[in-house]
């Protein structure tokens, strides 16, 4: 089975700042590793995803993962927060013994301050 | 050219009553989901479909019956609700193989049970 833990159900950074959200994951075997992000009252839309190859991921917005399977992490970063980054993010994880279903984090709230 | 839509957007509606809530995908996939968020802005799988076949079908009443007339379509019907099943539910797709591919997910439906 796999499962995830993103540490801090709310983050807040100002604008500029660097952007850190961290996931951990648990999993027999080798995860696919994905950052959702949802705006309010908007559905799930990909920021990046990992499955093989390179571990450092690059995603749309300025975002980008590394996956470091000695610490299970998949920690989501952008060197300067925008405004507009303020959201919902979810990490989560799958494989083919789950059906490829996504088993999400508990997702945390990114607050940007002026 | 909506690619994962879902109908209705809302939808309210007492206790005991029955309810469906309609998923299309114009993407060409295979594989269609069915996650619930809670309030707490928790996601998790309830079904997945792979060409009109159940796959995956989480510990979810039997009260919730997906069906798939056809690979575009995942509709999901709800009977006899109960409070708890207010939440929002989100409709998602992918293409299948050796590796996972990017689920799409819907705008989602916000489903309240007075």
């Known amino acids: 089975a796999q499962s995830v833990t993103q540490l801090g159900s709310h983050v807040s950074v100002s604008e500029g700042a660097l952007v850190l959200l961290r996931c951990n994951y648990s999993?027999?075997?080798?995860?696919?590793l994905f950052w959702y992000v949802q705006y309010p009252n908007q559905g799930l839309q990909l920021l990046l995803k990992?499955?093989?190859?390179?571990?450092l991921v690059k995603g749309i917005n300025g975002f980008e993962a590394e996956f470091k399977k000695s610490e299970t992490s998949f920690h989501l970063t952008k060197p300067s927060a925008h405004m507009s980054d303020a959201a919902e993010y979810f990490c989560?994880?799958?494989?083919?013994?789950?059906?490829?279903?996504?088993?999400f984090g508990k997702g945390t709230s990114l607050l940007v301050t002026p | 050219d909506t690619a994962v839509s879902q109908t209705p957007k809302y939808l309210v509606t007492q206790m005991g009553n029955d309810k469906s809530i309609k998923c299309e995908q114009n993407?060409?996939?295979?594989?269609m989901y069915w996650y619930k968020q809670d309030s707490k802005k928790f996601l998790k799988i309830m079904f997945s479909?792979?060409?009109?076949?159940?796959?995956i079908n989480e510990t979810v009443p039997n009260r919730f019956s997906p069906k798939s007339p056809d690979k575009a379509h995942l509709n999901l019907h709800i009977n006899s609700l109960e409070l708890g099943d207010s939440a929002v539910y989100f409709c998602?797709?992918?293409?299948?193989?050796?590796?996972?591919?990017?689920?799409?997910f819907g705008p989602g439906t916000r489903l309240t049970v007075l």
């Open positions: 999993s027999s075997v080798p995860p696919y």
């Open positions: 989560a994880v799958s494989h083919s013994n789950s059906g490829y279903a996504l088993n």
């Open positions: 479909y792979n060409n009109k076949e159940l796959i």
């Open positions: 998602a797709s992918s293409s299948s193989g050796p590796i996972t591919d990017t689920q799409y």
């Open positions: 990992y499955t093989t190859g390179a571990t």
């Open positions: 993407l060409g996939h295979d594989t």
